[in-house]
């Protein structure tokens, strides 16, 4: 039988480690903004921004696995944004920001609430799963991106995971975009023209056709008037 000093021994011993390698981690953390991508204006807002003033106080007083996951998280190509502590404090990379889109860059550090995040509602609710330890998948979320040519419609999926502080304990969630417009809008067209040739193949006449057709199209485009017209080879050999 192992008697009780052993285990208070072996007890000591691991708390000695820990703290060892909590300090060590320490130790190094502070450097963690000069490794930051220079070029990128998500990792400049890190180092600019008081934190002093916001829920995360001071950078230096940051938890060293929050400076860790928020350095990787900077150099990373996929678009990857870190939920930090009850009120989900949201920070992110250069490729998320243009998901943040005109919130961008008054969402960075601030809470789930007050910052409008694009995801708010899926990000509240996967904070509370991964502060219990757990993991969420949620795919094909619809949301509207501000594009180059005006606000569109997009589809992600969104992966969320814990991240845990210095003791092992959930103290956050990262949250890892995947951009799925592409395929939903194929699915979603191809879709639409089976259903349509089913349709249309009992009609007999030219006009029913050409009148379903167009209602079926009006509705799928939410346009409010479809029409038909013809191009002529000759008007098409002008334009060129």
């Given at each position: 039988?192992?008697?009780?000093?052993?285990?208070?021994?072996?007890?000591?011993?691991?708390?000695?480690?820990?703290?060892?390698?909590?300090?060590?981690?320490?130790?190094?953390?502070?450097?963690?903004?000069?490794?930051?991508p220079k070029a990128q204006a998500?990792?400049?807002?890190?180092?600019?921004?008081?934190?002093?003033?916001?829920?995360?106080?001071?950078?230096?007083?940051?938890?060293?696995?929050?400076?860790?996951?928020?350095?990787?998280?900077?150099?990373?190509?996929?678009?990857?944004?870190?939920?930090?502590?009850?009120?989900?404090?949201?920070?992110?990379?250069?490729?998320?920001?243009?998901?943040?889109?005109?919130?961008?860059?008054?969402?960075?550090?601030?809470?789930?609430?007050?910052?409008?995040?694009?995801?708010?509602?899926?990000?509240?609710?996967a904070l509370n799963v991964c502060?219990?330890?757990?993991?969420?998948?949620?795919?094909?979320?619809?949301?509207?991106?501000?594009?180059?040519?005006?606000?569109?419609?997009?589809?992600?999926?969104?992966?969320?995971?814990?991240?845990?502080?210095?003791?092992?304990?959930?103290?956050?969630?990262?949250?890892?975009?995947?951009?799925?417009?592409?395929?939903?809008?194929?699915?979603?067209?191809?879709?639409?023209?089976?259903?349509?040739?089913?349709?249309?193949?009992?009609?007999?006449?030219?006009?029913?056709?050409?009148?379903?057709?167009?209602?079926?199209?009006?509705?799928?485009?939410?346009?409010?008037?479809?029409?038909?017209?013809?191009?002529?080879?000759?008007?098409?050999?002008?334009?060129?």
């Amino acid at each position: 039988m192992i008697s009780r000093a052993a285990v208070l021994g072996v007890v000591r011993i691991m708390a000695t480690a820990t703290t060892s390698a909590t300090k060590r981690m320490d130790d190094v953390t502070p450097h963690i903004v000069d490794i930051m991508p220079k070029a990128q204006a998500c990792a400049d807002l890190v180092g600019r921004r008081d934190w002093s003033a916001t829920a995360l106080g001071p950078f230096d007083g940051w938890p060293a696995s929050l400076k860790i996951t928020l350095a990787t998280m900077m150099r990373s190509p996929v678009p990857l944004a870190i939920l930090w502590g009850a009120d989900g404090i949201i920070l992110y990379n250069q490729a998320f920001a243009p998901f943040a889109g005109a919130r961008h860059p008054a969402l960075f550090g601030a809470s789930i609430a007050a910052g409008g995040s694009p995801f708010a509602a899926s990000d509240r609710q996967a904070l509370n799963v991964c502060l219990a330890g757990g993991t969420l998948s949620l795919r094909d979320r619809e949301l509207t991106l501000d594009r180059a040519t005006g606000p569109e419609p997009a589809w992600v999926d969104l992966d969320y995971s814990p991240i845990a502080d210095a003791d092992g304990r959930p103290a956050g969630a990262l949250c890892v975009v995947s951009e799925t417009t592409a395929r939903v809008v194929a699915e979603r067209r191809s879709g639409f023209l089976l259903t349509l040739a089913d349709d249309l193949r009992v009609l007999a006449s030219p006009t029913e056709i050409m009148d379903h057709a167009a209602q079926r199209l009006g509705r799928e485009l939410t346009a409010s008037r479809v029409f038909y017209a013809e191009r002529s080879e000759e008007h098409t050999s002008e334009l060129q």
